[in-house]
């Protein structure tokens, strides 16, 4: 069903129906020109982002477009002054660990809501929803007395156990992504005798894969960024996080002045979430293979 | 056969279920209770019935928070909603070149907060790149983050710079259309628009609703952005500044937080619930009509 | 009259107590539990009654604001000198970013820290009897402490309602930056010292160009930000809480309020608004070359004792000519003994709920009174140390790097000190009336409707208050 080729526009591929040549280049300079000037209004805010990476003490947070001094030692300094080996480490547990949580608890419940049919159904649905409308502010109080009681203070469990319990976010982008699979695949399935979870396990999950990664990005990018969590459940210095990091060393940026050195933090602090993106995409956009039937 | 059914549903929710049970539910009863109550950290919470509701009625600055944030809703989404479908459609291909105006598009949506907030402060001040741009126009610049009249669209600037994840669940959706589909409606000669209205977007509706909903719990939950910018970071001042035109339904309820008024925050919390939820049924009555799927869903 | 002090922590341990008394005759001072572990009190032992003996071996969390890696090293200075002095007592050190949630739900969840050294004041509201912090004068009073030991403005940073709730650590004080390169272009020779010069010396230096733009602003109580519109109004006297923090001053205040305010807007009356709020988009980042300070563009202005180090990190010797005086208040001459703005501090605090509140107790005493240490501290760290004994050792190394501490440092330590006041809806008033101010310079508010506003504010939240409290 998934198709690496799926065709948006006309092409010389199409047996069917090809436009008239002239159209076909209008079609493709206008694409062009909308995903430039797209592009450019993207890239420009990162590009002084890099190039303010790079400039002096003298120059931070000035008006100053250029840098004086290419200064490639501020990302020296960052590396010197984060123990960035560490905190990459603990936060990769903590992405990796959580998105399995999130990948393995959330596919069986959105199933349920999409492709299982039974009484209150939405109900419950709203309900799901219903946990993400208040914000966590009021929330997390309680929390960190349901976890100080269970002893996992000072600890990731927070941070990871909760993530094999389907959070509401992600069990409501898969449920919509496997409302847009067609149905024959899973109904031949099951009069071939199939069990629910064998429907799921083989004709789904294959069919889903780019929606499952995107719940998996998409959680890999929260525990990536998040401050608030690992700020108020680790303790132990050695077990910090690459967000608190961040926010560490912008705070003692602040008491020495070398804010040049801040958005040199921001890059290396994104870089990696970029490399993880980089190879996803490719996976479920052009590495994505055909099982299943039907094109 | 009913029987089976129920326990394999029951199976298959259960990791929600006891999550909920478990790590959800006493939190969420808590802050019902303390809605009606007056509880600051450390103390025990003190009936007080809907005094903390009355309370918020009265607060002269609710309208404007609402406002505030209903603007930034009504005028925001759609814009993120449509520059990232615009997007996502352009790049779903596996062409040369895709993967890296992909990549440049979601580079901003990872970027902490108080990144892109400098960043854009940069870019905005008078005498900046911006106004130096427009200036070679003719246009005079305005003052963006203090004028009250700039302040949310460059703050929703700013949030649709950020629509990178969006844009990856679209290209998500996107990927999954079947090919059959659209040689189905190229046999009747269909054009490029055609084919968008009547395969792709029916096709994605389902992740668009998702992206309408979290977009406005998103705008009625964040304050993040929006403090960064209002210039109320250094010193800690909710004033949603220039002249509250920045003050949203969030930053509001932070006030009462950082007075540690959980009872005030907690209704204020609920009230974001009850308005959450009214949009959120509304959505999904309404959507038996644009949304398609697949299945024969109720 | 001088003040001695002697505790366990600091200076020359003597092996018991030890009375002193000045010239002056008044000041007595016994000392807390001192440093040996065996109870080795000399026979004149006064009032302390806990026997340094009685406690076993004890580890404490400690949870304080400081992340940096240099300040980390040095607050373990003091963390060690207190663990040196009490043998029994070990403190783990854990340096939190951000405590402002962290803090209030470990104490709701009954799991607190044993100590906290934080920056709490006046934004916690929690200087409110028993909510989150343990109130310590019945243990001060026990062991024979004097609050001597402290600057004045670091008793006043810890009251609430006459109750103390932990021992101040450091002050911010704030005063009147000047470039005096710029007033002298402009023909003043020296820095204003009464409001009528300082008043004088703003229209001086407003340069406005031929096409209106703004290109130099004299004096403005902060750029438009509103950064400390509200703590400016101190200087009339404008109070906004009572004492017990149950009653709202605002009306009972109102003259001075009033007058604090048309203070303010005078300045800002002196530029178009409009073109001033151009100048002030186009300002750099206070931190860095690029600031209004340090490249002329506002050549007096009030700000807090850490900027300090800015202009010479980031102007490289410019300005030349640079000082700091007291900001001149209404009733006459600049003095730092007769008025001292503070706006924040530091404290240690106990959190409620405690495992070991004397072991705690004794923990905060040590390191509140480590003289030595934090004076080490401090001179990496760069805020001004509230106990005495390290100010003077601050004093001597600050002032010899940079002259202008002098001014800081006097005016931290006078009787006069002024500090934000603090009441459970201090968070939102003051974010409200900030708003009102800013709303009044703009002059969207006339002068008409300014006390109607100021009383209307004023009776929202005395019932915002009332449900509070539960009055």
């Known amino acids: 069903m998934n198709s690496a080729t799926t065709e948006m526009a006309p092409s010389s591929t199409s047996r069917r129906y090809q436009q008239p040549r002239g159209r076909r280049v209008l079609l493709l300079v206008g694409r062009h020109s909308v995903l430039i000037a797209l592009a450019l209004m993207f890239a420009l805010p990162l590009l002084f982002m890099v190039l303010q990476s790079l400039m002096p003490i003298t120059q931070a947070k000035t008006t100053a477009l250029w840098p004086d001094t290419i200064e490639w030692g501020n990302y020296r300094t960052v590396f010197d002054r984060i123990p960035l080996a560490t905190y990459f480490v603990n936060t990769l547990k903590v992405c990796v660990v959580a998105t399995i949580g999130t990948v393995v608890s959330c596919v069986p419940v959105a199933y349920a809501f999409s492709h299982l049919r039974w009484r209150g159904r939405t109900a419950v649905f709203v309900l799901v929803l219903s946990t993400m409308m208040l914000p966590y502010q009021v929330l997390f109080v309680s929390q960190y007395e349901i976890f100080t009681s269970l002893g996992w203070i000072n600890s990731i469990l927070p941070l990871t156990v909760p993530a094999f319990f389907a959070d509401a976010f992600s069990i409501f982008l898969l449920r919509q992504f496997f409302l847009t699979l067609p149905t024959e695949v899973m109904d031949a399935a099951r009069i071939d005798g199939a069990t629910e979870f064998g429907v799921l396990a083989r004709v789904v999950v294959p069919m889903a894969r780019p929606g499952i990664m995107a719940v998996a990005l998409f959680q890999f990018l929260f525990s990536w960024s998040d401050f608030f969590g690992p700020n108020i459940y680790l303790a132990d210095e050695k077990s910090l996080t690459l967000a608190v990091g961040l926010v560490r060393f912008n705070t003692a940026l602040a008491k020495t002045g070398e804010s040049n050195l801040t958005m040199a933090a921001s890059v290396v602090f994104v870089l990696p979430i970029l490399v993880v993106f980089f190879f996803a995409q490719k996976v479920f956009i052009e590495g994505v293979t055909l099982t299943g039937t039907k094109g | 056969m009913a029987r089976r059914k129920r326990w394999t549903v029951l199976a298959f929710l259960s990791p929600w279920l006891i999550g909920v049970v478990v790590f959800v539910l006493y939190p969420i009863i808590n802050s019902l209770y303390w809605s009606f109550t007056v509880k600051r950290y450390g103390q025990p919470a003190r009936w007080v019935g809907l005094g903390n509701y009355r309370l918020l009625l009265d607060n002269p600055d609710l309208s404007m928070a609402l406002k505030n944030t209903a603007y930034l809703a009504v005028l925001g989404l759609p814009i993120r909603l449509f520059i990232a479908i615009l997007a996502a459609a352009l790049l779903a291909r596996p062409r040369r070149g895709n993967g890296a105006y992909r990549l440049l598009f979601y580079v901003p949506s990872v970027l902490p907060a108080v990144a892109s907030g400098a960043l854009f402060f940069f870019l905005l001040k008078q005498g900046g790149p911006v106004a130096s741009l427009l200036d070679l126009f003719g246009i005079e610049a305005p003052l963006w983050f203090r004028d009250p009249d700039w302040a949310k669209p460059a703050l929703i600037m700013v949030g649709t710079w950020a629509l990178g994840d969006v844009m990856l669940i679209f290209l998500a959706g996107l990927v999954d259309i079947p090919r059959s589909l659209y040689e189905a409606v190229e046999i009747d000669g269909a054009g490029r628009w055609a084919r968008f209205r009547y395969v792709t977007l029916p096709m994605i509706s389902p992740v668009i609703f998702f992206t309408i909903l979290t977009g406005v719990i998103g705008v009625l939950q964040s304050f993040d952005q929006a403090f960064v910018l209002s210039q109320g970071a250094r010193k800690g001042r909710l004033t949603g500044e220039p002249d509250g035109s920045l003050l949203t339904y969030a930053m509001l309820q932070l006030r009462y937080f950082q007075d540690g008024r959980i009872g005030v925050a907690s209704a204020m919390a609920w009230v974001m619930f009850l308005i959450t939820l009214v949009i959120t049924v509304a959505l999904m009555t309404s959507r038996k009509r644009w949304v398609h799927t697949s299945t024969e869903n109720a | ?346 404290f240690f605090m106990i959190p409620t709920g405690v495992d070991n509140l004397d072991a705690s107790w004794e923990a905060l005493k040590c390191m509140a009174l480590a003289g030595d240490e934090i004076a080490a501290f401090q001179q990496v760290y760069g805020n001004i140390p509230a106990n005495v004994a390290a100010l003077d050792i601050f004093e001597a190394a600050a002032v010899a790097q940079i002259p202008e501490y002098q001014t800081f440092i006097d005016l931290a330590r006078s009787p006069a000190a002024v500090l934000p006041d603090s009441a459970v809806v201090a968070g939102a008033l003051r974010d409200e009336v900030s708003s009102l101010i800013l709303d009044y310079r703009r002059g969207d508010l006339s002068d008409d409707d300014l006390r109607g506003a100021l009383e209307d504010l004023q009776a929202r939240y005395q019932e915002e208050l009332d449900l509070e409290l539960g009055n």
């Open chain 3, 1 to 346: 009259m001088s003040i001695v002090v002697v505790a366990g922590c600091s200076g020359n341990d003597s092996s018991g107590s030890a009375e002193t008394s000045d010239a002056g005759g008044s000041t007595v001072v016994s000392a807390a539990p001192v440093s040996e572990p065996a109870d080795t009190r000399a026979p004149d032992a006064t009032t302390d009654t806990t026997a340094k003996a009685e406690f076993e071996p004890t580890t404490l969390t400690l949870w304080a604001g400081v992340t940096d890696p240099e300040g980390t090293v040095a607050f373990q200075g003091i963390v060690d000198r207190c663990e040196t002095d009490n043998p029994w007592l070990t403190i783990d050190f854990v340096g939190k970013d951000d405590m402002s949630t962290a803090l209030p739900a470990a104490i709701e969840a009954g799991n607190p820290p044993d100590l906290v050294q934080a920056d709490f004041s006046g934004q916690l509201a929690g200087i409110d009897a028993g909510g989150l912090i343990e109130p310590i004068d019945d243990l001060f009073a026990r062991d024979g402490l004097d609050w001597g030991a402290f600057v004045p403005g670091g008793k006043e940073l810890v009251d609430f309602n006459g109750q103390h709730f932990g021992l101040p650590f450091s002050l911010d004080s704030a005063a009147l930056f000047y470039n005096q390169d710029a007033l002298t272009a402009a023909g003043i020779d020296a820095p204003p010292a009464t409001f009528e010069e300082l008043f004088a010396a703003a229209e001086k230096l407003l340069a406005v160009n031929a096409d209106g733009t703004i290109e130099r602003v004299g004096f403005v109580p902060d750029v438009g930000d509103g950064s400390y519109a509200l703590f400016l109004t101190r200087l009339f006297g404008a109070t906004m809480f009572s004492d017990d923090g149950a009653t709202i001053t605002i009306t009972d205040n109102l003259d001075q309020w009033v007058a604090a305010l048309q203070w303010q807007k005078q300045f800002f009356d002196l530029m178009d608004g409009d073109e001033f709020s151009r100048w002030a988009d186009g300002l750099g980042s206070y931190d860095s070359a690029d600031n209004f300070f340090i490249n002329g563009q506002l050549p007096l202005y009030f700000e807090g004792s850490y900027f300090i180090t800015w202009p010479d990190r980031f102007g490289e010797g410019k300005p030349e000519n640079w000082g700091v005086v007291p900001m001149p208040g209404p009733d006459g001459v600049a003095d730092a003994d007769e008025l001292s703005l503070i706006p924040s501090g530091n």
